[in-house]
T-cell receptor
């Protein structure tokens, strides 16, 4: 059974204080790892797809990396508008929907 | 206009009532999904459809049914609502054309409260 575990559950940062969110996964064969951002009262918004170990993707202050067992979402010099819940999801080698982790709730304080 | 539209956005109803949540999309995607989100439990898959004639149960399908009326429409029904079905419900779509392994795109959800 595919499993996705995100840590920490919640993270509080000062504006400008860089940090990383973790997503560890267990799948039979990874076809893709997806990062989403979710704001209160909204649906998840797609950020990145990573396909293979060693791959990196960047968008503004966010950089996602992937190893064979986990992915990190690095947030560099965060701003209050980066406050949201960040979700990680995986798709395995079968023709299956995404399996989501429970998310990390990020708060960035000015 | 939103690409994935869910109606209603909010609904309060009583135990035992039949409820239908609707989802329509203008993205032209062939795959559609229904999830529920609960605090501490994350997003859990209820049903998914790869095309109009293909409906599949997800992790937590008991107490729910779905109908794929057209490529663009996918509705979720609670035949006899119970309080523990109170949750935030999301519809999502994904495409199988173009590059492989496309992401899922979500609507803004329906907040359902069952008293």
């Amino acid at each position: 059974e595919d499993q996705v575990t995100q840590s920490p559950e919640a993270l509080r940062l000062q504006e400008g204080e860089s940090s990383s969110l973790n997503c560890s996964y267990t799948v039979s064969g990874l076809r893709g790892l997806f990062w989403y951002r979710q704001d209160p009262g909204k649906g998840p918004e797609f950020l990145f797809t990573l396909y293979s170990a060693g791959e990196e993707k960047e968008k503004e202050r966010l950089k996602a990396t992937l190893t064979k067992k986990e992915s990190f979402l690095h947030i560099t010099a965060p701003k209050p508008e980066d406050s949201a819940t960040y979700l990680c999801a995986v798709r395995d080698s079968g023709n299956t929907p995404l399996v989501f982790g429970k998310g990390t709730r990020l708060s960035v304080i000015a | 206009d939103a690409d994935v539209t869910q109606t209603p956005r909010n609904r309060i109803t009583k135990t035992g009532k039949r409820i239908m949540l609707e989802c329509s999309q203008t993205k032209g995607h062939d795959r559609m999904y229904w999830y529920r989100q609960d605090p501490g439990l994350g997003l859990r898959l209820i049903y998914y459809s790869f095309d109009v004639k293909d409906i599949n149960k997800g992790e937590i399908s008991d107490g729910y049914s779905v109908s794929r009326q057209a490529q663009a429409k996918f509705s979720l029904s609670l035949e006899s609502a119970i309080p523990n079905q109170t949750a935030l419900y999301f519809c999502a779509t994904s495409d199988t054309t173009g590059t492989p392994n496309q992401p899922q795109h979500f609507g803004d959800g329906t907040r359902l409260s069952i008293l």
